[in-house]
């Protein structure tokens, strides 16, 4: 697996920071994408106590959430504070109704190092935030550890067919990075399996958005802090003759008067095993041999 550009931490929180007022009323797909995640929830049985919210986001799933399961407790996690407000405002009870149920829980951190305790979890749920991080393999490998024994993990991501238009139109520009890559289902699916999950789940499922103009794609993914912040970017701004080249670049896609922007939306779900026990009830320790 070729190793993606990495992205710089800093400025990914600053992009969110600054998207979050706005983010709401741009983010139709996400938001699409949380409301089919949450009906596949309807084929699996679980009863969490405590769920973890991890990249929340303005809390888009909160409210699906906490009525699937009144009585578990909810921490929403997000590297961006605002992201996190904006979520306690739209889904802030009266105090007399937080009463009768759990409270969320607002932690700020990045999903690469949780700061949260082993086996304190019971239901992970990530829609639309592990493109963000860097090494896929420890975001994972955190989830399966803060994950109780026969807790269960459901994600969404975006695969490499993402934004494949814009991709190729910036290829001819330079040879800096202007869209990120994404990471395959096949290779989620692997990595799942070396974490050591346990009957994992997949599947993908593509969508097509429409604008009149490559600018205005731009501002959509700018609206939802999908800026470029990576390490690799270019330096500086780009300029007007990059723009109209990409624009030009683009063009020949234009169908019925717009342009499309394909979004490849991988899902999955898998479990942390409960223990293998032996026939006279001790836990078996698999030892692997060192490398």
Avoid at 20 to 35: F, I, S
Avoid at 267 to 286: C, Q
Wanted: aromatic share 8%; glycine share 6%; proline share 7%.
């Amino acid at each position: 697996m070729k190793p993606a550009p990495q992205f710089d931490k800093r400025l990914l929180r600053q992009s969110f920071e600054r998207a979050a007022p706005g983010y709401d009323a741009a983010a139709v797909l996400q938001h699409e994408v949380c409301r089919r995640m949450d009906e596949r929830l309807d084929l699996i049985k679980h009863q969490p106590r405590t769920i973890l919210d991890a990249g929340s986001g303005t809390g888009n799933a909160l409210s699906a959430l906490r009525a699937r399961y009144p009585e578990a407790r909810v921490i929403a996690f997000d590297l961006a504070l605002p992201m996190l407000r904006q979520g306690r405002e739209k889904t802030q009870a009266p105090w007399w109704k937080s009463l009768l149920k759990p409270r969320i829980n607002e932690v700020c951190g990045d999903i690469e190092q949780l700061p949260l305790a082993t086996g304190s979890v019971d239901l992970v749920w990530s829609n639309l935030a592990l493109q963000w991080v860097n090494d896929p393999e420890t975001a994972f490998a955190e989830f399966h550890r803060v994950l109780a024994p026969g807790g269960l993990l459901m994600f969404s991501t975006f695969g490499p067919d993402t934004l494949k238009e814009l991709r190729a139109a910036f290829s001819g520009v330079d040879q800096h990075t202007h869209v990120s890559r994404f990471i395959d289902l096949h290779d989620i699916g692997d990595i799942l399996v070396q974490r050591g999950f346990a009957d994992p789940v997949m599947d993908m499922e593509p969508f097509t958005l429409t604008y009149s103009n490559v600018r205005a794609v731009m501002r959509d993914l700018k609206a939802i802090g999908a800026h470029n912040v990576t390490q690799s970017r270019p330096p500086g701004l780009t300029g007007k003759s990059r723009l109209r080249a990409v624009e030009q670049a683009y063009e020949p896609l234009r169908r019925e008067g717009k342009l499309p922007a394909t979004f490849e939306v991988v899902y999955g779900h898998a479990w942390k095993p409960l223990p293998r026990l032996t026939a006279s009830g001790k836990r078996v320790i698999d030892i692997k041999p060192a490398t």
